[in-house]
């Protein structure tokens, strides 16, 4: 599923202190769907011509870099990883093109990361915070609901402007999706989160707690498969993001069939959101609620799959939204820039149209992060 270019070839290190060769290409930019020349000089986007630049791209389509807005750098199956995995993860989604991460929750320190010339840009959103035995182990902070708001505080000063809850999960007291946190504590910690700069995303599977997360005035949803007309109506109203996540819900009949044996009601509930996914995204997208591109990597799902993340949304919606929802939609939404006169030189080139082939989008043929050819 999806192309992996660390068996191709080696992961293409840079030296930060070679000098950044200035460079011209010439392609279709998205999206305004313009043939167009742009140079890079200094690691940044020039309209300008210069002298002594290398051509790396003469035809192709050129778009801002990639966004996985839903990612998880740090962290596989049974929780954090050492620095040399995490640098393997970040190298995987980058020669994907994917040049701009939202880390939607790890426990591992990747500060690191920000001093690499070679990796993508990351914005994090600090640890998961779950509830004790309410969540996968040793993924998140787990604190019971009068502790929330410290921790809150807590993982906005490790963040970069986002904070992350477990907004449900298997409750094996009733044997189904269940909402972790009461209503108060929620809307309280969304408040302090809001006071502090941060905003707040939440993990959601299914219908119940919705309502109140949104009420409560939080900043987008995960997942989002237990979506109703009522709960889209209010995501829309008040702009509440929604990353959809749908590679990894393609795992949902494997949840299921896990869940059977103890708790069948779980297990059929997990199937029903399943079934229903692509109509639940679409009625979002429909509405206006801003979806954005997110593949869920780490955990259980590979790194590097964010050209699937975009057909499966091409599924829901036009070719064009789902490209957006993955580029220049998404770094605009996290306040980076497209492709601008100036911009940082963050780019991926693609071989033919992918508005007409969006598989086209698993296998760019050139990758600019920094002003710096990396793939």
Not at 162 to 184: Q, S, Y
């Amino acid at each position: 599923m999806g192309h992996d270019h660390s068996h191709a070839q080696p992961h293409r290190r840079i030296d930060p202190n070679a000098p950044a060769p200035r460079l011209h290409l010439d392609g279709v930019l998205l999206p305004e769907g313009e043939r167009r020349e742009l140079w890079v000089v200094d690691g940044l986007i020039r309209f300008e011509p210069v002298a002594d630049a290398v051509t790396i791209c003469a035809g192709g389509h050129i778009l801002p870099g990639l966004v996985d807005a839903h990612c998880h750098i740090g962290l596989d199956e049974a929780g954090a990883v050492d620095d040399a995995t995490s640098e393997e993860q970040a190298y995987t989604d980058r020669d994907a093109g994917t040049l701009l991460i939202r880390d939607a929750g790890s426990p591992a320190d990747t500060r690191w990361i920000d001093d690499r010339e070679d990796l993508p840009r990351l914005v994090r959103a600090g640890r998961h915070i779950a509830r004790p035995r309410r969540y996968i182990r040793n993924y998140a902070a787990e604190v019971e609901p009068d502790d929330l708001v410290a921790e809150v505080e807590r993982q906005a000063a490790r963040g970069d402007g986002w904070v992350k809850l477990v907004g449900d999960w298997i409750d094996r007291e009733t044997g189904d999706l269940g909402p972790l946190w009461p209503a108060e504590a929620v809307a309280a910690a969304i408040a302090r989160a809001h006071q502090l700069g941060a905003k707040v995303t939440a993990h959601q599977f299914g219908e119940a707690g919705l309502a109140e997360l949104i009420a409560a005035g939080i900043d987008g949803i995960e997942h989002g498969t237990g979506l109703t007309d009522q709960t889209i109506e209010m995501m829309a109203a008040r702009q509440v993001s929604l990353v959809p996540t749908l590679v990894n819900l393609e795992t949902f009949p494997d949840i299921a069939a896990r869940g059977e044996g103890k708790f069948p009601g779980y297990a059929a509930h997990m199937r029903d959101l399943y079934a229903r996914r692509f109509e639940t995204i679409g009625a979002c997208i429909d509405a206006g609620v801003p979806v954005f591109a997110g593949t869920d990597a780490g955990g259980v799902i590979p790194h590097g799959l964010i050209g699937r993340e975009i057909e499966l949304l091409g599924r829901v919606g036009s070719a064009e939204h789902a490209l957006g929802a993955a580029s220049w939609r998404a770094r605009d939404w996290l306040g980076f820039a497209g492709i601008a006169d100036g911009a940082p030189a963050d780019l991926v080139v693609i071989d033919g149209d992918p508005r007409e082939d969006l598989s086209l989008v698993r296998t760019p043929i050139r990758v600019v992060l920094r002003g710096r050819v990396v793939l």
